[in-house]
């Protein structure tokens, strides 16, 4: 029997960087209908996004205002897919922890759950698998009688150690993970920290779109726009560039060791640090911004090397990277810093780090690297670890024929 998959999830259709939600439900809609409901503004939100002008917001902002869910729909994903925005929520998470919390996170609670409930009553999703994608903060999971047979919680980050989702994430993780039939787990770390509480837990690595991705191997794309006038060899990140994961002091060394080749750096800058340790003001680093999914292996191509430049903390340590299999389904030599034990299992297919000295030089090799069967390895890698094998993985862990 097939079931309809609603999946409620932190990142909207609209993200800035690869998504793991779009791509499971990319996925996902070739066999099921998918709902695909979106992390919901709060109120500090639609008027922060009004004044910035946002694009997106302001193209759901007129159902928003009167309390109404905004339906969207996706080119990209043309078939049994709808995506939804619930309407507003309270902006909360300034409370401390306590009753007064508690009281306005199930006011939340009920305007996204009513959200979810009227979405798949007008679209007739009547019995479906729930599958919560690391935002605890609502609808962490439903009940039976809203027509959920089977919850599902997927953690993919250590809650507490973003200072925002700190505050009250973890309980109401924890609290996601008791409920759920399963827990689906990025990393190894994280399967160490949600054993104790989840009913049933299960690996659930991150992937890649390989049809994306390798086309960097079968088709030829002009030189970016953001290398105009720049002549010589390129090393690249794509990601989010954010406080939290990048060493940035790490990048800056890179640039500076490498004076004739231009360092780029393709994603949305969400920290100060580049522009505090004098980073962006580098002549030979540049910064893209974020881009589509879609426009990745234009600029993927031209990359000699490919870094995954994360800091060693608590964080990275419970990371399985969802970039490293785009880079090696692209065939890159990828140069990345030894964060954690999944990285780890990488280490025949790309250079690993152990610190800022030996990342450096492990640039230069895989610079100056020349040998075909190296592209072949990474590739074959990468296509053991497509959306397509992870979503059959999952079929195979419920207790039930699930048709996806």
């Known amino acids: 029997m097939k079931f309809d998959i609603i999946l409620f999830t932190l990142f909207r259709t609209d993200n800035a960087y690869s998504s793991i939600s779009l791509s499971m439900a990319k996925e996902l809609a070739k066999t099921v209908r998918v709902l695909y409901v979106n992390h919901p503004y709060s109120w500090k939100d639609l008027l922060l996004g009004i004044i910035r002008r946002d694009p997106a917001l302001l193209k759901r902002l007129p159902r928003l205002l009167f309390l109404r869910n905004a339906y969207e729909t996706l080119d990209t994903i043309p078939e049994r897919f709808i995506a939804v925005t619930p309407p507003p929520t309270l902006p909360i998470n300034w409370l401390p922890p306590g009753s007064v919390y508690r009281f306005f996170q199930r006011i939340n609670n009920r305007i996204v759950v009513k959200a979810i ?86 690996y659930f690595f991150n992937a890649a779109d390989v049809s994306v991705f390798s086309r960097v191997l079968t088709e030829n794309f002009p030189r970016p726009t953001e290398l105009t006038g720049r002549q010589g060899q390129v090393i690249g990140f794509i990601g989010n560039l954010d406080a939290l994961r990048i060493d ?8 500076l060791q490498f004076p004739d080749i231009t360092l780029l750096l393709v994603g949305p800058l969400n920290s100060k640090e580049p522009e505090q340790t004098g980073l962006t003001r580098l002549p030979n680093v540049v910064f893209t911004g974020a881009r589509k999914l879609e426009d990745l292996p234009a600029l993927l191509q031209h990359m000699d090397c490919v870094l995954i430049p994360f800091l060693c903390n608590t964080l990275t340590y419970s990371i399985y990277p969802l970039k490293i299999n785009e880079y090696l389904a692209a065939g890159k030599p990828v140069v ?4 954690s034990e999944d990285i780890r299992t990488f280490a025949n297919c790309c250079y690993l780090a152990e610190n800022h000295d030996d990342f450096l030089q492990q640039i230069k090799n895989a610079l100056s690297e020349n040998d075909p069967d190296l592209i072949t390895t990474r590739t074959k890698v990468a296509a053991s670890n497509t959306w397509e094998a992870r979503i059959r993985q999952l079929a195979f862990a419920l207790p039930f024929k699930a048709g996806i």
């Open 117 to 202: 409930q009227r979405a798949a009553r007008e679209h007739g999703f009547e019995r479906f698998i729930y599958l919560n994608c690391y935002d605890p903060f609502f609808a962490g999971y439903l009940p039976p009688e809203t027509g959920a047979v089977y919850n599902i919680y997927h953690c993919i980050d250590d809650i507490t150690q973003d200072p925002y989702t700190a505050r009250h994430g973890l309980s109401l993780e924890n609290e996601a993970c008791k409920q759920a039939d399963i827990t689906l787990v990025t990393s190894t770390n994280l399967h160490r920290l949600k054993a104790p509480v989840a009913r049933r837990i299960v």
């Open 248 to 255: 940035y002091a790490l990048l800056k060394k890179v640039a």
């Open 336 to 339: 990345s810093t030894a964060f």
